[in-house]
């Protein structure tokens, strides 16, 4: 099946557009095709993260409660060892045992 050109309905197109400027459509379409995609920063993946919407409070009683777990387990560690690495495993106890100090006083502070 031929179709002529005299089938055709005469379409009256309009050809003055010469810039995208005053046409929202063509700068939708511009901006569609031209900009980059805007979307949420990217953020770096991490095997543990902190939710976004915890309290420092919050906060700081996990962080209390892993610096206890932390000083329990070097304690146990340093219980079978001897001389030197003993020495060092229970300086690490000492350690946490004052980084959790320190935390529990922030905590008391809050409280008052």
Excluded: W
């Excluded at 005469?10 to 400027?21: E, R, Y």
């Excluded at 020495?87 to 008391?108: E, K, Q, T």
């Amino acid at each position: 099946m031929n179709i002529s050109s005299k089938d055709l309905p005469d379409l009256q197109m309009d050809t003055t557009f010469t810039s995208p400027q005053g046409n929202a459509a063509a700068q939708r379409a511009l901006d569609y095709y031209l900009k980059p995609a805007v979307s949420e920063p990217e953020v770096d993946e991490r095997f543990f993260d902190v939710r976004r919407h915890l309290s420092g409070e919050e906060a700081l009683v996990h962080a209390s409660d892993l610096l206890r777990c932390a000083a329990a387990t070097a304690f146990k560690a340093a219980e079978n060892l001897q001389g030197a690495s003993r020495d060092l495993a229970f300086s690490v106890v000492h350690m946490v045992d004052m980084a959790r100090a320190m935390v529990d006083h922030s905590l008391d502070g809050e409280e008052t």
